[in-house]
């Protein structure tokens, strides 16, 4: 009988998982969020956050980035991004360069930041179209 309550609870947990939005998911250790690409495409559709490129050199970029501020850049640029408490969303080619940025911009108090897992990488092997200039 405990198995079975323990099976249920799980199934509950797993399925509840599935439902929360990706803005909801628990921000890491250092005060940012990881999305997947899925979830990017899902956020994509009622598009109310600013979307940066931080990769350099440029490789491409995903459709409709806002801007484009290289990672280690990111800090002179704050003038370019919405307000320290609006959702931003940062990618690169990985996610090395935009879990650089990402903790740079906690650093200066964004409450709001998301780095795209995998980046253009995941966003290609997916399947999205990924835009090169």
């Known amino acids: 009988?405990?198995?079975r309550q323990i099976w249920v609870a799980?199934?509950?947990?797993a399925v509840l998982a599935l439902l929360v939005p990706a803005c909801s998911q628990p921000a890491t250790t250092d005060g940012y969020t990881n999305i997947t690409?899925?979830?990017?495409?899902?956020m994509l559709a009622d598009k109310d956050f600013a979307l940066v490129n931080v990769h350099i050199p440029y490789e491409g970029e995903i459709p409709p980035t806002d801007t484009l501020i290289p990672f280690d850049e990111i800090a002179n640029h704050l003038d370019e991004l919405?307000?320290?408490n609006a959702s931003i969303v940062l990618?690169?080619?990985g996610d090395s360069m935009s879990t650089v940025a990402a903790k740079t911009l906690v650093s200066q108090g964004y409450t709001?930041?998301?780095v795209v897992d995998d980046g253009m990488?995941?966003?290609?092997?997916?399947?999205?179209e990924l835009?090169?200039?």
Not at 10 to 13: D, E, G, L
Not at 121 to 128: L, M, R, S
């Open 37 to 42: 690409v899925e979830q990017l495409a899902e």
């Open 82 to 84: 919405p307000d320290k």
């Open 131 to 133: 835009l090169r200039q």
């Open 10 to 13: 799980a199934t509950i947990v």
């Open 112 to 114: 709001n930041v998301m």
């Open 1 to 3: 009988m405990i198995k």
């Open 121 to 128: 990488n995941a966003w290609t092997a997916a399947g999205y």
């Open 91 to 93: 990618y690169c080619l």
